[in-house]
């Protein structure tokens, strides 16, 4: 049960961070909205981040509970950003 709500909460963060990627996207780069090309393909990616997020960052956390705190804190934004890539290699590279 505390690994289903784990989940949700991490998909959850996972929307904040997507949406926060957006909005550091529309801000930064004036002439640019999320959908020009360049930016796309980062709104695709953090996309695919926001449902494989919960896969990893149960497993992101246990990791990094040893840590110090600079590691600790930062752990989850690391997880959200590398989480399609620690998918890929986790199911397939095998």
């Known amino acids: 049960m505390e690994n289903k709500i784990m989940r949700w909460l991490s998909f ?7 949406a926060f990627s957006i909005v550091i996207i ?16 980062l709104t695709i990616y953090f996309f695919i981040s926001t449902f494989t997020f919960p896969l990893v960052s149960l497993e992101a956390g246990e990791e990094a509970q040893d840590k110090n705190i600079f590691v600790r804190s930062n752990s989850l934004i690391v997880a959200y950003i590398i989480a399609p ?4 290699s986790k199911y397939f590279g095998k």
């Open 12 to 18: 959850i963060i996972g929307i904040f961070f997507f």
């Open 26 to 41: 529309d801000s930064i780069f004036y002439n640019g909205s999320f959908l020009d090309f360049p930016y796309i393909l």
């Open 85 to 88: 890539i620690w998918i890929v």
